[in-house]
């Protein structure tokens, strides 16, 4: 069935530097792919999303980046703050029409 | 504009007996999703709903769990009766789901814990 792999599962970075987070997908027919932030006992909210005519899109710190030959994705958030301390998930919107999701990566950020 | 509205936000049950949880959407939103989250893991589809027809239940095991939305608005998601592996968070989404509007939207959950 469709699939969602999501790398890591835990980052911990140093509050200024850079976090990445990658996703590969399974079905090829995926045409959009969002990400969401969830804080501890709250709704994960959109943070960014992408589609599959787009190869990159950024909003301030974060960007999105899809290779759709590979089937891989990427979150990339720069000058990490201690509030993007939260866990993060991709997602992968299938040929059925339903969102996929990964297993969530837990980044920490140290201030 | 108002999220997407769920109730209780907590429940605590014994094994066996029933539960139910209550949705309301976005307005104007016509797409209604319900999920399972697990601790430490990402949300499961459990039902989508396009207005009043659920369009994709395949992952609702229908011997204990049943939902409704028939007004395509409001959804009731209930387990009859309920385990001790249900215990999660219930998540409920909605879509505008016309136009290539595809982004869904989160309510707080239902966090439901079976003794």
């Not at chain 1, 890591?8 to 995926?30: N, R």
Request: proline share 5%.
């Amino acid at each position: 069935g469709e699939n969602v792999e999501q790398h890591p599962s835990t980052l911990s970075v140093q509050e200024g530097d850079s976090a990445v987070i990658k996703c590969t997908y399974s079905d090829s027919a995926s045409n959009y792919f969002p990400w969401y932030k969830q804080e501890l006992g709250k709704r994960p909210q959109l943070i960014i999303d992408i589609r599959s005519n787009v190869g990159e899109k950024k909003d301030q710190r974060i960007a999105v980046t899809l290779n759709k030959t590979a089937k891989h994705f990427s979150l990339h958030i720069t000058e990490t703050q201690p509030e993007d301390s939260a866990v993060y998930f991709c997602a992968a919107r299938g040929s059925q029409g339903n969102l996929i999701f990964g297993k969530g990566t837990k980044l920490s950020v140290k201030p | 504009e108002a999220g997407v509205v769920q109730s209780p936000r907590y429940k605590i049950i014994e094994k066996k007996q029933p539960v139910a949880f209550w949705c309301n959407p976005i307005s104007g939103h016509n797409t209604l999703y319900w999920y399972l989250q697990n601790l430490g893991q990402g949300p499961e589809l459990l039902i989508r709903y396009e207005n009043e027809e659920a369009v994709d239940d395949s992952q609702l095991p229908k011997d204990r769990f049943s939902a409704e939305r028939l007004k395509g608005v409001d959804s009731t998601l209930k387990i009859q009766p309920a385990e001790l592996g249900d215990s999660a968070v219930y998540l409920c989404a909605s879509s505008l789901g016309r136009q290539g509007r595809v982004t869904q939207y989160f309510g707080p959950g239902t966090r439901l814990t079976v003794l």
